[in-house]
């Protein structure tokens, strides 16, 4: 029934002597939407580099539908630390390039907009569409694709429209308003044709009642693209709103998880989170 | 076979020297400003220059020496007011740029003044006389510059560790931002290393072009770049490291012009094989290993970069 | 939903592009005047050394400001690619009866055949590709300074080895390659060897027009957005699903081929070729060229190239004389004072207008109205 688009087991990521994330072990399943929280520095942003493959993991591995995307045994000085752990279990090692986890249909925003400062809101959206051209390089060059070009900007067109930013479409994209840029941003993950989404912190920056269009717009693109979606989030109505499922992190490790309910009841979190709390 | 290696390996070492002391300017300056200060060799080429013209006018040497290094210091701190300043807050593929411009401006000016002719550089008594070591002639200034540059660096590793400014140079080169933050002047101490890196250029380039003989508007370039690999050979920002790398590279450098002798006389080969042309060449390909096996160089500190 | 509906924003690009109209015609008027100029002013004229040499520095930087400008990988290497450019083109065709006078210390060389001028430009470019796949492979993972002083040395070696005594045969060593077809060979003759149709400036301007129009649709096209994404942020263009290693290798790879025409186009210009010639002084001239012109813009490099070789070639020249107005002689002028005020120039750029003459402009933007262009100039 349920099919495991998401899973990561035991996966630890170590930077020198810190440990940012520590044998994490969890999964998300098709069609949720799953939200990891936890305090600044928790190791959120961590988790997912180590996801989209912007970090190899230290140990453990992540797969996606069932098929391992990552994959990271110790070696050098980490050797010894975990030594014993998981002996000769992680043999071979599967790491994949952030474009590689992108082709198989893993899409991310950032937390700090990243959008590409010298291009269009459009030509923006069109770089995502970019992995899959059919067309060579040298077609592509001398343009014989025209149709298939053609073809590329009435759909990005159209995705801007829904996200009612078309007559935006020649403007430069850094000089939209914040709210917009993080709306571009998804347009632009939207445009890779993903099946699993990865908002890092959506709604920072933006005020109660933007927040609320954002989870409605959530729910909507989640519906509309047929999206499994997990998100870090920092503000608690949003996160308690959507989320199927909630996880929480603490300096690495994950201290609690559940339905929205039993994760605001639960004593650790609210240790974890006591005077921390922005709502 | 020692008497065949020998004098390469002694003007491979006075080299080094000499490398050691232009690779300082390069290091430190990476260290505090994270720039290739292309101009850094055109620096040390106007040195020549001014030992060149400022002798000539018939001081005695001990005003000379002294005059062409504060001087080689001064132009040092303009170039940084004037060229490098203004664009703190730019990309850094301008201020790049801006060193390209600077080394191409002070590579005209010296072909203006000098009609682009080579000049001879002044001889000066007692470096450049001959001496022999284990049966190999060689000049004083060969014998000297190991040692001068020994002790040069041991006092800047004294000046760093041991001293305020030293201590507001390492602060800058860990953490621009937080160092400016705490109330250190951070154009000051850009200044100073600069003036530091350019002094040390400019007793180079005594002692290089007493070994050279002549100075052209070009002469800097090649030694400039040899001294940049050597600061990246040995971990950019570390200044022990660019010591040894510049002392390997001049040694290597070195053996590489006489490998063909060498070779020859040791009987492995029968005819020459003109392999002196890649005595550049040799420093470029290291340069290229070091930077894909371990691009942080012997001695470098590894960093990471934030997503 | 996705069917073909009439898009409001679609609509002013269909409509007529009086940007793209006065391009088309600013550049049929600039072939034509070449042309006509050709046939009447003498061809000894300063003129034509400086379109000729114009055309060749416009088409290099272009290629270099695809690499540096367009793609934002700073490379310094381009020197390199040009010297294995010209040499790949005057090795190759050499008349074979020549090949004795040039290669006198070397038998005459092993290379005795010689090709046709237009296969043997686009192998100049095809040879500097290869190299430069084989240079990109380990340094095109290093970041910015890195990555332009490991082209910077490559370009060195390229030089050592092309100087190399044994490789002498076929690189005539650390002598000149001459005789082989030059620009002037273009004119068209008639039996007593006199000229009767000029097109020794036309045909460069075609070479590298033709070349540059290649780039630009590259620019425009789905990979031309990538390279871009990667000048931008590397890390969204990762996440975006654009492979770094292999469009960064693309870019360095098309960069180099135009830059080994561009080379093979120096060899005909000064019709001989020597690898000493191609230091890093040249790659600097270079990239000065393309910072004078803008970063990330194809008209301002052409501009620029052609403003650079007028005022080097022609224009500053009296500035390298002493000259005289009536009996006053005029001072500081004598041998290298051009270059002197051309490094002021340069410098003032570098400082203070750091967009250079068109920041990332292109021609058809300058007779476009964008209303909104202030707007996204605010930034």
Redesign the interface.
Known sequence: MNERVLELDNVTMQ?GGVVAVDSLSMYVDKGEIVALIGPNGAGK?TAF?VITG?YAPTNGNVKLRGKIIAQGHPTGKMKKLYAGTHIGEYSRLVSNTPDRITEMGVART?QNIRLFKGMTVLENVLVARHMRLKAGLLSSALHLNLHEERRIRQETLDLLEMLGMEELANENATSLPYGKQRYLEIARALATEPRLLLLDEPAAGMNPQETDELSDFIRKIKEDFKLTVFLIEHHMNLVMDISDRIYVLDFGRLIADGTPEMVQSNPDVIAAYLGVDEE | MLSTVLPYLLSGISVGGQYALIAIGYTMVYGIL???NFAHGDVFMVAGILMVYISSSGLPLYVTIPLVLVLTALIGFLIER??YK??RT?P???I???A??????L???V???T??LNQFYPVIPFISESVTIFGATTRMVTVITPVLTLVLVILLVLLINHTKIGMAMRAVSKDFETSQLMGIKINSVISITFVIGSFLAGVGSILYFSNYTTVIQ?SG?MPG?KA??AA?FGGIGSIPGAVVGAFIIGICENLIKGLDIILLKAGITTQM??LT??S??F???L??VI??VK?TGLFGEKT?DK? | MMTKQVNPIQQPQKSVDSGKLWTALIIVLIYAGVFIAEQTIPATSMLFTVLKKGATYALVAVSMNLL?GFTGL?SLGQAGFMLIGAYTYGVLTIPVAQRASVYQYYNGGIVQFAMPIIPALILAGVFAAIFAFLVGL??L??K???L???T???A??I???F????LGSLTNGSNMLRLFPTFNDFNIKNANGEVTLYLSTLVPFVIAGVCIALIVALIHSSYGRAFMSIRDDE?AAEAMGINLARHKQYAFCISSFFAGIGGAMLAMYSNSVQAKSF???MT??I??IV?IGG?GSVTGSCLSSFLFVACSEWWLRFMDQEQYIGTWKMPLL????R??V???I??IV??FF?QGIMGKRELPDLFRRKPKAAKGEMK
Do not use: H
Request: glycine share 6%; charged share 10%; no cysteine.
């Open positions: 930077f942003t580099n912007v950032f | 994270r720039l290739i004037m060229a203004p664009l730019a850094r593929m301008s790049m740029i801006s390209i411009g600077v080394s191409y401006t590579q005209n000016l072909l203006y003044i009609g682009g070009t370039a770049l940049f690999v990246v094989l003109g042309t890649f550049d060449a420093t470029f390909a340069l290229i930077l894909i691009p990471t997503v | 540096n700073f380990p340094v993972r290093l910015s300074d890195y332009a002083i490991a910077l040395g490559f060195e070696i030089r050592s080895i100087q190399w005594d044994k890390t230091t890093s002084a600097y001239e990239l000065l910072v970063i004598r041998n290298g004072f270059l002197v051309f490094s002021v340069i410098m570098v400082l750091r």
